[in-house]
């Protein structure tokens, strides 16, 4: 048998082992408790709120290459002693005047500061994009690891339960015997002990279910008080695709948001530099304008007409100005030192993230190949604990074992179905985490 028929296989049997909680309500596949958390996490909502504000911050770049436009309009009302600004003397009577102006300003040359500002800003968004994607996938992850633990439990429990069922029969079945004289006092309060051991498994399992529930509700931002269904019986079949450690750490660190990331922030830090670099050229920027007033003395009934002194004062003006830095006390030198600085940094954060893909990715393949090889040789435990317990319980019957022995095969038995659980749920989690490094979503966002 091959290994991606095995893989299926093995789910098929352990979807047939596991019981789905006898309660009534919706049952939330993995999926869907993936979109929900996704949907209602607080560190996603805010991962968006900062996109809006990188996607306003372009913007804002892309309008510093337009012309800056303002307007002035001025009123005054003068009472008292003031100048009168025809005669430029000092005057008693009362006057009205206004004025109106309309400048225009426009850089022309800025050692490219403004593109490279735009260029950072366009980075910005990609990186909030990338960043937005990272923190639904590792919701989505931490919703996987959490729904696994929690159908762990639940399995467990269903097997201590069916442990504890077993253990009150073999109890009453002793009692029977002890009336008929095949079996002792003795024996039968040590099959009271194995069914107190086992009430107490039995909740133990119980309260290591209801705390895996609420971690995931929690990783859900579920509300606690309500019931969480969890499926236990779907269609868990997940391939693994072949492929090489190397072939998969290659397709990886050019598709993880948080190499991408990585490298977009690398690109930032370059425009940075750039920027910083940019007050070391001169400036250019052109400015024109135009303006006009009028002016009324309140005791001149012969005062000059508003249409006629707006004509008659009008004004405009063009002009540009030529900015070349000298010295600035050492401050542009030291900003482009801190930001090279910084880009040293994101090139060794860039280099460091790759490694750790590939540690990861290596860590994975093996865990998946480990978690395989241990699915073969727990199944043969189990069964072999399987017949080893019914061997027992058969020589108990027949005077042959103790109660003790019969709870130690017990025992082991269950021990040997919670690790083949185990290894099978830790192959399921490895085969999607390879998938998911070799391109498959982890779920289908709605």
Same mark, same amino acid.
């Given at each position: 048998?091959s290994?991606?028929?095995?893989?299926?296989?093995?789910?098929?049997?352990?979807?047939?082992?596991?019981?789905?909680?006898?309660t009534?309500?919706?049952?939330?596949?993995?999926?869907?408790?993936?979109?929900?958390?996704?949907?209602?996490?607080h560190?996603?909502?805010?991962?968006?709120?900062?996109?809006?504000?990188?996607?306003?911050?372009?913007?804002?770049?892309?309008?510093s290459?337009?012309?800056?436009?303002?307007?002035?309009?001025?009123?005054?009302?003068?009472f008292?002693?003031?100048?009168?600004?025809?005669?430029n003397?000092?005057?008693?009577?009362?006057?009205?005047?206004?004025?109106?102006?309309?400048?225009?300003?426009?850089?022309?040359?800025?050692?490219?500061?403004?593109?490279?500002?735009?260029?950072?800003?366009?980075?910005q968004?990609?990186?909030?994009?990338?960043?937005?994607?990272?923190?639904?996938?590792?919701?989505?992850?931490?919703?996987?690891?959490?729904?696994?633990?929690?159908i762990?439990?639940?399995?467990?429990?269903r097997?201590?339960?069916?442990?504890?069922?077993?253990?009150?029969?073999?109890?009453h079945?002793?009692?029977?015997?002890?009336?008929?004289?095949?079996?002792?006092?003795?024996?039968?309060?040590?099959?009271?002990?194995?069914?107190?051991?086992?009430?107490?498994?039995?909740?133990?399992?119980?309260?290591?279910?209801?705390?895996?529930?609420?971690?995931?509700?929690?990783?859900?931002n579920?509300?606690?008080?309500?019931?969480?269904?969890?499926?236990?019986?779907?269609?868990?079949?997940?391939?693994?695709?072949?492929?090489?450690?190397?072939?998969?750490?290659?397709y990886?660190?050019?598709?993880?948001?948080?190499?991408?990331?990585?490298q977009?922030?690398?690109?930032?830090?370059?425009?940075?530099?750039?920027?910083?670099?940019?007050?070391?050229?001169?400036?250019?920027?052109?400015?024109?304008?135009?303006?006009?007033?009028?002016?009324?003395?309140?005791?001149?009934?012969?005062?000059?007409?508003?249409?006629e002194?707006?004509?008659?004062n009008?004004?405009?003006?063009?002009?540009?100005?030529?900015?070349?830095?000298?010295?600035?006390?050492?401050?542009?030198l030291?900003?482009i030192?801190?930001?090279?600085?910084r880009?040293?940094?994101?090139?060794?954060?860039?280099?460091?993230? &790759? !490694?750790?893909?590939? *540690? =990861?990715?290596?860590?994975?393949?093996?865990?998946?190949? $480990?978690a +395989? %090889?241990?699915?073969?040789k727990?199944?043969?435990?189990v069964?072999?604990?399987?017949?080893?317990?019914e061997?027992?319980?058969?020589?108990?019957?027949?005077?042959?074992?103790?109660p003790?022995?019969?709870?130690?095969?017990?025992?082991?038995?269950l021990?040997?179905?919670? &690790? !083949?659980?185990?290894? *099978? =749920?830790?192959?399921?989690?490895?085969?999607?985490?390879? $998938?998911? +490094? %070799?391109?498959?979503?982890?779920?289908?966002?709605?």
């Amino acid at each position: 048998m091959s290994k991606r028929n095995l893989i299926g296989f093995i789910w098929l049997l352990l979807t047939g082992n596991i019981q789905a909680q006898e309660t009534s309500g919706t049952v939330w596949s993995i999926e869907q408790c993936m979109d929900y958390a996704v949907e209602h996490n607080h560190q996603v909502r805010q991962q968006v709120y900062n996109l809006n504000d990188y996607q306003s911050q372009r913007t804002r770049s892309i309008g510093s290459f337009l012309p800056y436009v303002s307007s002035y309009i001025n009123v005054q009302n003068n009472f008292g002693r003031a100048i009168d600004p025809q005669t430029n003397t000092y005057t008693d009577v009362s006057t009205f005047s206004n004025g109106y102006s309309l400048s225009a300003s426009l850089s022309i040359f800025e050692g490219f500061r403004r593109l490279h500002q735009l260029r950072m800003a366009k980075a910005q968004i990609l990186s909030g994009k990338q960043a937005l994607q990272m923190q639904k996938e590792n919701v989505a992850l931490n919703v996987l690891k959490a729904y696994l633990d929690a159908i762990y439990y639940q399995e467990t429990l269903r097997i201590a339960r069916r442990k504890l069922e077993q253990s009150k029969a073999l109890l009453h079945q002793t009692q029977v015997m002890m009336e008929v004289g095949r079996k002792g006092e003795a024996e039968w309060k040590q099959m009271q002990a194995s069914l107190a051991a086992d009430e107490f498994e039995t909740t133990h399992q119980q309260n290591l279910l209801d705390q895996a529930l609420l971690t995931l509700k929690r990783e859900m931002n579920y509300p606690t008080g309500d019931p969480l269904i969890l499926v236990s019986s779907a269609d868990w079949h997940c391939e693994a695709r072949s492929a090489s450690t190397d072939s998969i750490y290659q397709y990886a660190r050019n598709t993880q948001p948080k190499i991408l990331q990585a490298q977009t922030a690398l690109k930032m830090a370059e425009y940075n530099l750039k920027t910083a670099k940019a007050d070391l050229y001169p400036s250019l920027s052109l400015n024109a304008g135009v303006s006009s007033s009028f002016f009324k003395n309140m005791n001149d009934k012969n005062a000059r007409a508003f249409q006629e002194q707006m004509r008659n004062n009008a004004g405009q003006y063009l002009s540009a100005t030529l900015s070349i830095p000298l010295f600035n006390r050492t401050n542009t030198l030291s900003s482009i030192r801190e930001r090279r600085n910084r880009l040293e940094q994101a090139k060794e954060n860039l280099e460091y993230e &790759q !490694q750790e893909l590939q *540690r =990861l990715i290596t860590e994975i393949v093996a865990d998946w190949e $480990n978690a +395989y %090889q241990e699915i073969k040789k727990m199944e043969q435990k189990v069964e072999a604990d399987s017949i080893s317990a019914e061997i027992t319980i058969r020589k108990w019957e027949e005077g042959l074992a103790s109660p003790i022995d019969v709870q130690t095969v017990t025992v082991a038995l269950l021990q040997s179905q919670a &690790q !083949q659980l185990q290894c *099978r =749920l830790n192959l399921y989690y490895n085969t999607r985490l390879l $998938n998911y +490094y %070799q391109g498959n979503a982890l779920w289908t966002e709605k």
